[in-house]
């Protein structure tokens, strides 16, 4: 099996773990295993984060979204009453709207992804037309490195502007559990 | 350009060389992108597993020899002859034939998914963990990660996700109880480990543990721990936080015995909850492992003369190096059981919010700077640093043979 096919079958079965879940907790009934479908997903996406070669990205994925948000859902999940009216299967015709809505934004990446595979067609010595020879990626470095060095150089402003953000957010966070309901 | 992207699946995973590399090049059967996870799974799982299992029967038996004998007692005795040394067998052979009660209401496929997800994540830990030093240029760990301590912060975040599962698809409020407590804590605790575990990669400027340990060569005051007081400080923050990672008293409420039963596994039962058990064990050994590596010099017995000696002679010497500081930092964790009580949660809160991560933070900046002013000077404090360390314990090792071999002195008698 060469390389190429090898790469495609590890793509393949990446986007497929990511997208099947995605669908399928629109449709899974308990709230929680929704939850584990998103866990799926998120994982997918983290190795495909690690297959693009941004492996410190793909960590990232996993600390932050799996083992942050995706507890926080949980919770808030768990913690929260539960109407038992809105679990109920809403008909089929109000699934109309959100199909359409969900294809008109299907249809954007897709109409890149075929631009992409179409690619620009050269013509070869023999006159016929051929597929461009595939160019080698640069060889993959860690990232870490590269991603300090320009949040420190580059990308400095960035990024203590979202440190600012940041703090907001947690005065906030503690001002609003603070407070809690009394004293609106 | 994704397919194409990943083409080069295997050059940023098999970059570096461990077990897995070496089985790729000398299995004759080339380098194959797809065979790739073969040989990762063969370096990683295999003698990985083995170990965790071999370890998980040692240190059970461990455990229940150490609080025996801290409560005045033997502990287990029979089974197998000397000081009981098979019971843990025995425990396993019990533990496989019970049977595996699923309670009625319970959330079957969640319930079954949730120690897988425990333990997962806990394996996933020994694929970066060195177990001694290269033999030639195979590293002896089964994948040497560029990124090795980022991807321990990264895996020991799933445990969470399996704790609350299996508290939830219990269908036991109890149990739900124990989960919440379990996360809240893991949860909160990820912040100051994550920095503490920052630190020692300032100081060795890679996030690979092989380079980490590398940079920890010569004498034992050359360990990170002794390097500077902020790594110090680091050092502590980082045992108390995974203590605290591992659910492993005084932070057990989760699994609170006189409180919640047994928390939040306890409709567990049988092969189960040996699942957890056998996660909880390992964890433990690789938290020995990752403290070792870090800070205590990984498989450098700190003495020269061993370090550099022939290669038929070093290795052995460093393995039972790292394994014996390893075993170590997990008899340390066993003492502090059976010597501290149970922390209440706001005070577990209240520790990491408010004294471990600023602590932590401290200790970042300071050795950033320290990096930066000290350097490799370091080495003028962590001679006295080391040399009043070692006389302290050696002190009180004498002092422990003393009471040891000249029996006990009751003053109240």
């Known amino acids: 099996m060469d390389p190429k096919t090898a790469g495609a079958l590890v793509f393949w079965g990446l986007a497929v773990f990511t997208v099947v879940p995605a669908f399928a907790l629109l449709v899974v009934r308990d709230v929680i295993r929704c939850s584990m479908l998103l866990l799926a997903t998120l994982s997918g996406m983290a190795g495909l984060f690690v297959v693009l070669g941004a492996d410190f990205l793909g960590f990232v994925q996993v600390l932050v979204y799996i083992g942050g948000i995706l507890i926080l859902l949980m919770y808030g999940v768990m913690l929260t009453e539960r109407d038992p009216v809105l679990l109920e ?96 | ?55 998980g029967f040692f240190a059970i038996w461990l455990e229940r020899k150490v609080s025996a004998h801290m409560q005045c007692r033997l502990g287990p005795m029979d089974v197998g002859g000397w000081h009981g040394w098979a019971q843990t067998i025995a425990d396993g052979v019990k533990l496989l034939a019970k049977e595996d009660i699923i309670p009625r209401a319970a959330d079957v496929v969640l319930f079954v998914i949730a120690p897988i997800l425990v333990f997962a994540s806990t394996f996933g830990l020994f694929l970066v963990l060195p177990f001694g030093p290269p033999i030639g240029d195979m590293k002896l760990q089964a994948h040497d990660l560029p990124l ?154 700190g003495i020269p003369l061993l370090d550099n000696a022939p290669a038929a002679v070093a290795i052995p010497i460093g393995i039972a190096a790292m394994m014996g500081k390893g075993v170590a930092v997990v008899f340390v964790q066993m003492w502090l059981r059976w010597t501290l009580p149970r922390v209440r949660l706001d005070h577990i809160m209240y520790l990491c919010l408010k004294v471990l991560v600023p602590f932590a933070m401290v200790a970042l900046l300071g050795t950033a700077l320290w990096e930066m002013a000290v350097g490799d000077r370091s080495c003028y404090f962590a001679i006295p640093f080391a040399g009043a360390t070692a006389l302290v314990t050696l002190i009180a090792l004498a002092r422990l043979l003393a009471l040891t071999v000249g029996g006990r002195r009751y003053q109240y008698a």
């Not at chain 1, 006159?127 to 060095?149: A, F, H, N, Y």
Request: glycine content about 8%; some cysteine; aromatic content about 12%.
């Open chain 2, 1 to 55: 350009m994704l397919i194409l992207a990943a083409q080069n699946l295997a050059a940023p995973l098999l970059a570096s060389d461990g077990i897995s590399d070496w089985l790729r090049t000398n299995s004759g059967l080339g380098h194959h992108v797809l065979l790739d996870p073969v040989w990762i799974l063969a370096a990683a799982v295999l003698p990985v597993l083995t170990w965790i299992t071999l370890h």
């Open chain 2, 148 to 301: 090795g301590v980022f991807y321990l912060a990264a895996i020991s975040s799933l445990e969470a996700i399996g704790v609350i599962l299996a508290g939830w698809a219990s269908n036991n409020k109890w149990s739900l109880f124990g989960a919440m407590r379990a996360a809240t804590q893991v949860v909160s605790y990820e912040i100051p480990l994550g920095i503490a575990l920052i630190t020692a990669v300032v100081a060795a400027g890679s996030f690979s543990l092989h380079d980490i340990t590398i940079a920890q060569a010569g004498w034992f005051w050359n360990w990170y721990v002794f390097r500077s007081p902020f790594l110090a400080i680091a050092f502590l923050v980082l045992f108390v936080c995974n203590l605290a990672e591992a659910k492993r008293a005084p932070f057990d409420l989760p699994e609170a015995e006189s409180e919640l039963v047994s928390g939040f596994h306890t409709e567990y039962s049988g092969m189960r909850f040996s699942i957890f058990f056998l996660a909880e064990y390992s964890a433990m050994y690789a938290i020995g492992i990752v403290s070792a590596v870090l800070f205590l010099g990984g498989w450098y017995t």
């Open chain 1, 89 to 184: 299967r809403r008909t089929d015709r109000a699934l109309v709207a959100p199909a359409l809505i969900a294809a008109i934004f299907l249809a954007l990446p897709s109409f890149y992804v075929a631009l992409e595979l179409a690619g620009p067609r050269t013509s070869g010595p023999d006159g016929k037309l051929t597929w461009p020879t595939q160019t080698q990626l640069p060889e993959p470095v860690t990232s870490s490195r590269g991603i300090g060095e320009l949040l420190m150089t580059d990308y400095v402003l960035p990024f203590e502007v979202v440190s600012l953000l940041l703090l907001a957010a947690l005065i906030g966070a503690a001002y609003v559990a603070r407070m809690g309901g009394d004293e609106r």
